[in-house]
């Protein structure tokens, strides 16, 4: 059976608790919406959509040999996607080292088969979805050291989605060391 994939930038505890308490405000609240449980936060890079058994191999053995150098966030700016009803954290400024990571995992995946679909990488987090446009408010900017790129499954349950790791990036085992 194919799985849902994507690859995504995984919150370490810390970033989850400080997310969970912007979507606790109650600007963001009064946008309503349905609140993506702080468990399941994360920052696609890419989506893959359906991925067949041996494909999902080689994504894993490729991005277990990934090295991805930990990059800063600050994520700084609240925004609205009025079409998807998706109310995001994003970055005023993208370090010119993450964007150079992504171009990087493009390649990687564009080597495997998957091409992007055209629309650009627009960096964000997603705190909520069918939600409205939040009032604006002033907030401390969250700062995320990533360092976990990851490949993950999502299952579209009645309860919600459920994100697994299949795979964090730069885990291959070196066997030799010269
Ligand atoms: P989002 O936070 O930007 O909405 C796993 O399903 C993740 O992949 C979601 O969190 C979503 O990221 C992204 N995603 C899901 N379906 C997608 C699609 N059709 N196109 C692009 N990204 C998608």
Redesign the pocket.
């Known amino acids: 059976m194919p799985r849902?994939l994507?690859v995504?930038l995984w919150p370490d505890a810390k970033v989850r608790r400080e997310l969970a308490m912007l979507q606790a405000r109650s600007e963001m609240r009064a946008a309503s919406g349905r609140t993506?449980p702080a468990k399941?936060i994360?920052?696609?890079l890419r989506?893959l959509?359906d991925v067949d058994a041996s494909q999902q191999r080689a994504l894993e053995a490729r991005l277990a040999e990934f090295v991805f150098e930990p990059v800063t966030l600050t994520l700084d700016r609240v925004g609205y996607w009025p079409r998807?009803g998706?109310l995001?954290l994003g970055l005023r400024k993208t370090p010119r080292s993450f964007n150079i990571a992504a171009q990087r995992l493009s390649t990687e995946l564009r080597a495997l088969g998957f091409r992007a679909?055209g629309r650009g990488f627009k960096a964000?987090?997603?705190l909520a979805?069918d939600a409205g446009p939040a009032k604006h408010f002033v907030f401390n900017p969250v700062t995320w050291h990533a360092r976990d790129l990851v490949l993950?499954a999502?299952e579209r349950l009645p309860q919600g989605?459920r994100?697994t790791v299949l795979v964090r990036s730069g885990t291959a085992k070196i066997d030799c060391i010269r």
């Open positions: 849902r994507f995504a993506v399941n994360h920052m696609t989506f959509g998807s998706i995001w679909d964000h987090v997603t979805r993950a999502s989605a994100y």
